[in-house]
Nanobody, 122 residues
């Protein structure tokens, strides 16, 4: 069983930056793709970004393009989500997920972290 542990959430002012981390307990063929999703209060969970561990294949939601970037540290089994130019509408619980398909669909991810809160004040 793969466990994902997120960290790095917090409170930041609009225009600021945060970096989220997601560390996998182990890596298998079912964790070749890492994704980030988020869920704002009263809304459904939505796709944010994905990347394979090489960084060769990535995809970002339109709402975060140019502001959020994923990168990985293979030695640490850790994937990062660097968030810049944050907006109040980025406020949500952010979830890390691992899967084996380059997909923006929740159903394609096999493992999920517990979530970390990101709050952006105006």
């Amino acid at each position: 069983q793969v466990q994902l542990v997120e960290s790095g959430g917090g409170l930041v002012q609009a225009g600021g930056s945060l970096r989220l981390s997601c560390t996998a307990s182990t890596r298998t063929w079912r964790t070749t793709v890492m994704g980030w999703f988020r869920q704002a209060p009263g809304k459904e969970r939505e796709f944010v970004a994905l990347s394979d561990w090489s960084g060769e294949h990535t995809n970002n939601a339109n709402s975060v393009k140019g502001r959020f970037t994923m990168s990985g540290d293979n030695a640490k089994n850790t994937m990062y989500l660097q968030m810049s130019s944050l907006k109040p509408e980025d406020t949500a619980v952010y979830y890390c997920a691992a899967g084996s398909t380059l997909s923006n669909k929740e159903r394609d991810y096999h493992y999920w972290g517990q979530g970390t809160q990101v709050t952006v004040s105006s």
